[in-house]
């Protein structure tokens, strides 16, 4: 697209608001993209790019996979714009383009790492078309702004410009099924001790062979609809994958990723499923971008996994106090969160911080999406209590209640820290579940807790 006099105002304009927020002292923000494109609608198509741009879509794990990418490079010294700091929608990634650029808009560095909103994709790729896009899987979300699974599907199988090469999870049939004409690899875990053969999960967004309809027969189920698929009635099975993950160690923290050169071994980050894929995903992409295993290695080895998504400490009376992120609206993390802590050693009580109301003035979720998420993996014997709080506090009851959960394990009340004052004595774990926006709740409930009675007492 050319450039022409509307988007040099735009530009222009867009600079003076990113001056503005930076003297008041604010930072990643997507106003200078928002101005850009109110002023000029095209503006990201008519912006120069960097020669290569990367972009990393899906449901889950494209921040995390992001970021692995990001630091790798770094650690690497490769210089790149990304949208880290900022927004995964069009207006976010027009800020990017704008801060890493020089005055009229000339790229500064010759790479760029985009994180792309999936439901956004109508309004990205035609203005911004990426050599290489990841696509980590595909799920259901929130149903407010995502509707269901096949829809985000059909919206990016639409739009996924023609010309760009996909990395893609063989173990998920439905991502993996995305753009058939485009050049593609595919990545999958071979094996892990926890692969079970059905589905324990209310929700599996792919039960039917997408060929012929029939039900398709899972040999490997990892959570809902991921693991190796194939139909019993015609050719369907899931893709031959490109990486290899083999011999995951959990106690070494190490695994092989087979490749057309060979094994080659990588640290792990974190032992959940969705960390062992997330690092899979980072080390396909990068070595589609032409990294050495060598480079890869050495730059996850220095990685240190984001305290602002799962974090542990322990109180003087050697108990446990576990902030794990759990996004509400979106019941597949949800359920990996309440799996994570059912598998959790020890006796443990929760407390679940997942009321959107807390953002009601720009949205108020229907509550379907607490009857797509599994209540009943906390329905255990090593969980003590429930604590569910917020102005939704009610709804959550009824979840816990149908899930079989015994009513006298559950504490609900609107206010969260006089819910935390009844933490349970025989419970030695204490997870706090929380949402992004509340981080800050969810740091002054540690505080307090690691001076109360429960964390001070000699049990
Ligand atoms: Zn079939």
Redesign the pocket.
């Known amino acids: 697209m050319k450039r022409n006099l509307r988007f040099y105002f735009a530009l222009l304009f867009a600079r003076c608001t990113a001056l503005a927020l930076k003297l008041i002292g604010r930072k990643g923000t997507s106003m200078p993209g928002s101005w850009a494109i109110i002023l000029c609608p095209d503006f990201i198509g008519r912006m120069p790019k960097p020669k290569t741009v990367i972009g990393i879509t899906g449901t889950n794990g494209k921040t995390t996979v992001a970021n692995l990418v990001e630091d790798v490079l770094t650690k690497n010294g490769i210089e790149y714009s990304c949208n880290r700091m900022g927004s995964n929608v069009n207006t976010g990634i027009a800020s990017a383009l704008i801060n890493s650029s020089h005055f009229w808009g000339k790229p500064k560095h010759d790479l760029a790492i985009f994180e792309m909103d999936e439901r956004s994709s109508p309004r990205l790729y035609p203005y911004i078309q990426p050599d290489i896009l990841v696509c980590t899987n595909l799920f259901r979300d929130s149903c407010k702004r995502n509707a269901h699974a096949e829809y985000i599907f059909n919206i990016l199988d639409k739009e996924i410009p023609k010309t760009t090469k996909l990395v893609l999870n063989a173990d998920d049939p439905l991502s993996s099924s995305l753009c058939p004409e485009n050049s593609r690899v595919y990545y999958s875990i071979e094996h892990l001790d926890s692969d079970k053969t059905a589905c324990e999960n209310i929700v599996n967004d792919f039960p039917l ?6 039900p ?1 027969h899972h040999d490997v189920v990892r959570y809902h609809h991921i693991g190796r698929v194939h ?6 099975a899931s893709p031959v994958p490109d990486y290899l993950a083999q011999n995951v160690d959990i106690d070494a923290m190490t695994m092989m990723i087979e490749d057309k050169d060979g094994g080659h071994s990588y640290p792990l980050k974190n032992d959940s499923v969705i960390n062992i894929y997330n690092v899979v995903t980072a080390v396909a992409l990068l070595r589609e971008m032409g990294l050495s295993p060598e480079q890869i290695r050495t730059g996850l080895d220095a990685i240190q996994i984001s305290e602002t998504r799962y974090s542990e400490v322990k109180t003087t009376n050697g108990k446990r106090i576990i902030h794990h992120l759990a996004k509400a609206q979106n019941p597949i993390a949800c359920s990996r969160a309440f799996e994570n802590v059912r598998n959790a050693s020890g006796k443990k009580a929760i407390l679940l911080l997942l009321d959107d109301r807390l953002d009601a003035a720009k949205t108020v979720e229907l509550k379907a999406w607490l009857y797509d998420t599994d209540f009943e993996f906390l329905k255990d014997d090593s969980i003590e209590q429930l604590l569910l709080v917020g102005k939704r506090h009610y709804d959550t009851y009824m979840r816990a209640l149908l899930a079989g959960i015994p009513a006298e394990k559950i504490v609900h009340m609107e206010d969260a820290q006089a819910a935390t004052a009844q933490l349970d004595k025989k419970a030695d774990t204490f997870f706090i579940l929380y949402e992004m926006h509340s981080i800050s709740l969810a740091q002054n409930i540690r505080e307090l807790t690691l001076s109360s009675e429960w964390a001070t007492e000699t049990p």
């Open positions: 062979c997408p060929k012929c309809a029939s398709l139909c019993p009635n015609c050719d369907y």
